[in-house]
């Protein structure tokens, strides 16, 4: 395995991962120094899952240049790093890359986002270390800003001391110490592909996550005593085929508008960080749809405290899976909500809300284009038990949300 000290405290970095039908087909770097082009960084890029992990290639570019590979094959695992150049100390240069340790305890190089279908991903560090199986060293958090359009991840690494959070990629043997700045998740030990990491910043920011794998998730970590409320983790295992994304969880605070989340590759674990403190006075609500074709099917939900797990095993689904969470507080607002959805060219969608009194308040439904990443395709503001008529094409696949 390779090894090595860390990043340099160089920056900021740059860099570009798209992906493409037959695998990874490009990763473009860009390291840019603010004193100019005095001295350059290395570039170096592995395949993880070669016996020997050699580097595939490696560049010494000035500060501000790019550079791009490509590889063949499908389900390559892509692992790359930045550091700076070791005869130029004075400007901060670690000098090594990051290690790489597939499976065993020890150091790991992590977070790297692998599949077809990659979304937008804020805030989540590229690259994460551990020295010792227990010992949680500080070190440069890398964030992420997202291009939504563009297929792939803008990753913008700037190591700086404002940016300093105990970030790690766990071994199954690990258990979680004080760390109110972290949201972590990990794979079992003989799958280790894929992991994410979302770093909170300034206490406990709401904040909601996924965590992708090609092979069989683990267990999540247990709940985090004392600190930040730690996630709330829903498992669904479902068949091969299936991506994911996520969304953060101020978004659903409004009970009139609890945006839903596709899911749509492989075998994943959603974790929701709560917005309940740690004794679980609030209670939030994970609701997960099953949205095989155009019939939504009655999905099942779970009130469930900060720190809890919920494992739903979504069997036999053809298609795709939304969920989203939301307050117990709002449940009088609109609660076990009925519906039916007609596969026609006009689609009539009833709605039923239990509400009290005659409409004090309106619910918002909102219709989505699952085609077009839940871009909505419509809005209305109804009273329970109001009906209202959408019209569809007849390939369209849409969801909806009270």
């Given at each position: 395995a390779l090894s090595g000290a860390g990043w340099s405290?160089?920056?900021?970095?740059?860099?570009?991962?798209?992906?493409?039908?037959?695998?990874?087909?490009?990763?473009?770097?860009?390291?840019?120094?603010?004193?100019?082009?005095?001295?350059?960084?290395?570039?170096?890029?592995?395949?993880?899952d070669t016996a020997d992990q050699a580097a595939l290639a490696q560049w010494h570019p000035c500060s501000?240049?790019?550079?791009?590979?490509?590889?063949?094959?499908?389900?390559?695992?892509?692992?790359?790093?930045?550091?700076?150049?070791?005869?130029?100390?004075?400007?901060?240069?670690?000098?090594?890359?990051?290690?790489?340790?597939?499976?065993?305890?020890?150091?790991?190089?992590?977070?790297?986002?692998?599949?077809?279908?990659?979304?937008?991903?804020?805030?989540?560090?590229?690259?994460?270390?551990?020295?010792?199986?227990g010992v949680w060293p500080a070190i440069d958090a890398a964030l992420v800003a997202c291009d939504s359009v563009a297929t792939g991840l803008f990753v913008n690494a700037t190591l700086t001391d404002q940016h300093i959070a105990q970030l790690l990629w766990l071994s199954p043997n690990d258990t979680l110490q004080a760390a109110d700045t972290l949201v972590v998740h990990w794979s079992a030990p003989d799958t280790i592909r894929v992991g994410m990491v979302v770093l909170t910043e300034e206490g406990c920011r709401d904040t909601a996550h996924a965590i992708l794998s090609a092979d069989p998730i683990g267990p999540p970590l247990p709940d985090s005593a004392g600190v930040c409320d730690f996630p709330t983790a829903l498992g669904l295992d479902l068949p091969e085929g299936y991506g994911w994304t996520w969304m953060p969880a101020d978004?659903?605070?409004?009970?009139?508008?609890?945006?839903?989340?596709?899911?749509?590759?492989?075998?994943?674990?959603?974790v929701i960080q709560s917005q309940a403190v740690p004794q679980c006075s609030l209670r939030d609500t994970v609701v997960a749809y099953r949205l095989p074709e155009v019939q939504i099917q009655a999905p099942p939900d779970t009130a469930l405290?900060?720190?809890?797990?919920?494992?739903?095993?979504?069997?036999?689904?053809?298609?795709?899976?939304?969920?989203?969470?939301?307050?117990?507080?709002?449940?009088?607002?609109?609660?076990?909500p009925a519906w039916t959805f007609d596969p026609d060219s006009t689609t009539t969608l009833v709605v039923v809300a239990e509400a009290e009194g005659l409409c004090p308040a309106r619910d918002t439904v909102r219709v989505f284009d699952l085609a077009l990443h839940l871009t909505w395709h419509d809005q209305y503001l109804i009273c329970p038990g109001d009906t209202i008529t959408i019209g569809v094409s007849t390939d369209d696949t849409l969801a909806w949300s009270i």
């Open positions: 405290s160089g920056g900021p970095f740059t860099a570009l991962l798209t992906t493409a039908d037959a695998g990874w087909h490009g990763l473009s770097a860009n390291a840019t120094n603010a004193a100019g082009c005095t001295w350059t960084d290395s570039i170096a890029v592995f395949v993880a501000g240049t790019s550079v791009a590979f490509t590889i063949d094959g499908p389900n390559a695992d892509i692992a790359w790093w930045l550091f700076g150049d070791p005869d130029a100390p004075a400007a901060g240069a670690a000098g090594s890359p990051v290690s790489w340790d597939y499976g065993a305890p020890g150091t790991y190089l992590a977070v790297l986002m692998f599949g077809d279908s990659l979304h937008c991903l804020d805030p989540v560090p590229l690259l994460v270390q551990l020295d010792e199986p978004q659903v605070v409004d009970p009139a508008a609890p945006d839903p989340v596709v899911l749509a590759s492989g075998p994943y674990v959603a405290c900060a720190g809890a797990v919920a494992l739903e095993a979504l069997t036999n689904v053809p298609a795709l899976v939304a969920w989203y969470v939301w307050p117990d507080t709002v449940q009088a607002v609109a609660t076990g």
